[in-house]
């Protein structure tokens, strides 16, 4: 089993920033890749961002490339995201996730944190 522990969500204006992080906990060693995803109210949860949890390349959804950053510090066993020029359509629920096992969709992550939010206001 993973723990997935996410912080630094909140409340902030439109072309702000924030940076979110998530703190691995347990069979870490078993991770491949690491994700996050977010989830705004009556919308489905939509993929954001993952990197191989050995590092290389990151995937960005469209809506967020160029504004947002993940990186991961294998060291702490942490994953973050840099969040700039936020708009109001990045209200949601941001959710970090854990893959371990490969061969299968790629954004069918196998943990899941419990989810911080972040409002962005006009």
């Known amino acids: 089993q993973v723990q997935l522990v996410e912080s630094g969500g909140g409340l902030v204006q439109a072309g702000g920033s924030l940076r979110l992080s998530c703190a691995a906990s347990g069979r870490t060693f078993s991770v491949n890749f690491m994700g996050w995803f977010r989830q705004a109210p009556g919308k489905e949860r939509e993929f954001v961002a993952s990197i191989r949890w050995s590092g290389g390349r990151a995937d960005y959804a469209d809506s967020v490339k160029g504004r947002f950053t993940i990186s991961r510090d294998n060291a702490k066993n942490m994953v973050y995201l840099q969040m700039n020029s936020l708009k109001p359509e990045d209200t949601a629920v941001y959710y970090c996730?854990?893959?371990?096992?490969?061969?299968?969709?790629?954004?069918?992550?196998?943990?899941w944190g419990q989810g911080t939010q972040v409002t962005v206001s006009s």
């Open positions: 996730a854990a893959k371990s096992r490969l061969f299968v969709p790629a954004y069918e992550y196998d943990y």
